[in-house]
């Protein structure tokens, strides 16, 4: 139970609460909203009973939940995902409760799944499901609904290839047999016999297109960053790039939805002193301007851990401090030229402040010649107190910061921001690259070495879909190998 319980507090509590009711510190961030453990009701199950056994939530654990915050946990050992399945049951309502063995779905033999199978089937799914999923699967049939809790939920687009547990025959037997307790879903038991459900089952698996449920699942990934000899390229075109095979990482936007950063291919480059990154991905719209209150910007961001027992991925523990390299579109705009609101607003009336420091008393004024830069610091209370998202003086499109935990980001000082970045949208896609030196700039820092593997995840911010701060696209942990 002690293994069960650290592993909990650690890496689940964070959105599940410590004591398992749905309500920890991320879960204002999430949709669809953490599991409620107190209720012991659990979506995935394989019980005509509703309720869930103890391989249920192992299996679930190993997986994760497509379509929600909830990744695989297959990093751990078998031992430690059953610690956690213990401890879970301990904060159910009912822990000790046994599962009769007679409620267990016994799951038929197959029928073939041939092309009269699937016609069959679409008929039926015509009948019993599309007025949620719709017709073609795609998730547009009714949209109000809630779950148990009174939360909003949307049927599922089943062409996605995003299902709470597999599209395997088996699987979607449990599923249709089973319902999914505590959503709209409903059982199907007795409601029609085992050659049509099995019908049913093959047109469902027709409308998944081949490699697509994999291509949702967040697993860990390797990426090597390759040694080279001389300058590492700060283009995001330069032709070294194209030399270095790229690695796919699925992401997983915090609040879901079906239109969303899919993923980031990554690809790693040193030189010895120094590490590059190179980042690109799909986004069809640029997003490079924060000046009004609804505009958000494009945004991507590494996170560094080299403990060899990583912290949770969503901005490390209190215990465990993470770095992380954000470059910003926005920023990338104001290193070249300064933007504030007299950018966006070059006729706004307004008054004059004795802070301008390149005007007269009495002179024409207008808000264009109002800039930023010409005011004097000690009236501007971040620039004044060195705050690089104010400084008007900003050199770099990345910021580089340190975390602790959710609410604990913080900006390293400006003599400590060493992070360079360039960023280029091109035919809808964002390619950046961020260098830094891998030697530390003070104790504590991040030191990187040849030889090394440290942990690395990744988010994607998408101003066009109001993406900022915790809304944004992640990943999970993965490993970043340092060539010799």
């Known amino acids: 139970m002690s293994t069960g319980r650290r592993l909990y507090e650690r890496q689940c509590a964070v959105c599940h609460g410590l004591t398992g009711a749905g309500d920890g510190p991320a879960a204002y961030l999430l949709y669809p909203k953490p599991r409620d453990f107190t209720q012991n009701e659990f979506r995935l199950v394989s019980t005509s009973s509703m309720e869930a056994t103890d391989e249920d939530l192992f299996l679930t654990i190993t997986r994760g939940m497509p379509g929600s915050s909830m990744p695989s946990w297959e990093t751990l050992n078998p031992h430690e995902r059953w610690a956690l399945v213990s401890y879970i049951r301990s904060l159910t309502n009912d822990p000790n409760a046994p599962i009769e063995s007679d409620a267990l779905i016994q799951v038929p033999q197959e029928t073939p799944n041939t092309p009269q199978s699937i016609g069959r089937g679409r008929a039926l799914f015509s009948q019993a499901c599309a007025s949620c999923h719709g017709l073609q699967g795609k998730g547009d049939g009714q949209q109000v609904m809630t779950d148990n809790a009174g939360v909003p939920i949307t049927p599922r687009d089943l062409t996605a290839g995003i299902f709470k547990g597999s599209s395997s025959s088996h699987d979607l037997y449990n599923r249709l047999i089973a319902g999914l307790p505590g959503s709209p879903m409903p059982s199907y038991a007795g409601v029609y016999p085992d050659e049509q459900v099995w019908d049913l089952i093959h047109y469902v698996q027709s409308l998944v297109p081949p490699g697509v449920e994999e291509r949702v699942r967040l697993r860990p990934r390797t990426i090597q960053a390759h040694r080279i000899r001389g300058d590492l390229p700060g283009e995001p075109t330069a032709e070294a790039w194209k030399r270095v095979q790229p690695v796919r990482l699925v992401l997983t936007p915090l609040w879901w939805r079906d239109h969303r950063v899919e993923g980031v291919a990554v690809k790693a480059l040193h030189n010895g002193k120094t590490l590059a990154v190179h980042l690109a991905w799909d986004d069809p ?33 209190a215990a465990s401090v993470v770095q992380i390299w954000h470059w910003k579109a926005s920023w990338q705009e104001d290193a070249t030229q300064w933007r504030d609101i007299e950018t966006a607003y070059p006729h706004a009336a307004v008054d004059w402040y004795e802070a301008q420091r390149d005007y007269r008393y009495g002179e024409p004024f207008e808000v264009s010649q109002s800039t930023t830069a010409s005011q004097d610091p000690q009236f501007m209370g971040g620039w004044g107190a060195d705050n690089p998202l104010s400084d008007p003086r900003r050199r770099s499109a990345a910021e580089e910061a340190l975390a602790t935990g959710l609410g604990t980001l913080t900006s390293r000082p400006p003599a400590l921001q060493c992070v360079d970045a360039k960023g280029l949208w091109q035919d809808g896609r964002w ?34 879909a109001g993406d900022r701060n915790g809304q944004k696209n992640v990943s999970i942990w993965n490993i970043l190998e340092l060539e010799r």
């Open 431 to 464: 390619q950046v690259v961020l260098l830094r030196q891998m030697s530390p700039n003070e104790p504590g820092d991040l030191k990187l070495k040849p030889g090394q593997s440290v942990s690395v995840a990744f988010a994607v911010w998408d101003g066009h």
């Open 285 to 317: 719209t640029r997003d490079h301007a924060t000046l009004r209150p609804q505009s958000f910007s494009d945004g991507v961001a590494v996170q560094f851990s080299t403990d060899d027992d990583p912290p949770f991925f969503g901005m490390g523990e």
